[in-house]
């Protein structure tokens, strides 16, 4: 497949450089650049999928009448985060 340009943005001088004291050795502007919006595609479609898996529980929430209430899975996220801290404190 033949490779395509992403039209010229126009930046101030500061994030510019900022840009280049960030790039590691080897690299250049231009791959900087193309790196940044691979990630951003990629955080982006996996942030749209996030919010359709939402919506889609929502609905058969919805669909089924049953819920799960908050105070339940706030306690089961504070237990999961006690013993990885509790694991973590262990491995020290």
Do not use: C, H, W
């Not at 992403?6 to 900087?32: K, M, N, Y």
């Not at 919006?37 to 990629?42: F, G, H, Q, S």
């Not at 996996?46 to 058969?60: I, K, Y």
């Amino acid at each position: 497949m033949k490779t395509a340009a992403i039209p010229a943005v126009r930046v101030p001088p500061e994030l510019r450089q900022a840009a280049e004291e960030v790039l590691t050795d080897g690299e250049s502007l231009s791959g900087f650049v193309e790196e940044s919006v691979r990630r951003n595609v990629e955080f982006r479609r996996a942030q749209a999928a996030f919010v359709e898996r939402g919506l889609a529980s929502r609905d058969a929430a919805r669909a089924s009448g049953r819920y799960v209430k908050a105070a339940g899975v706030l306690g089961k996220l504070e237990r999961r985060v006690k013993a990885a801290r509790k694991k973590r404190a262990g491995a020290k």
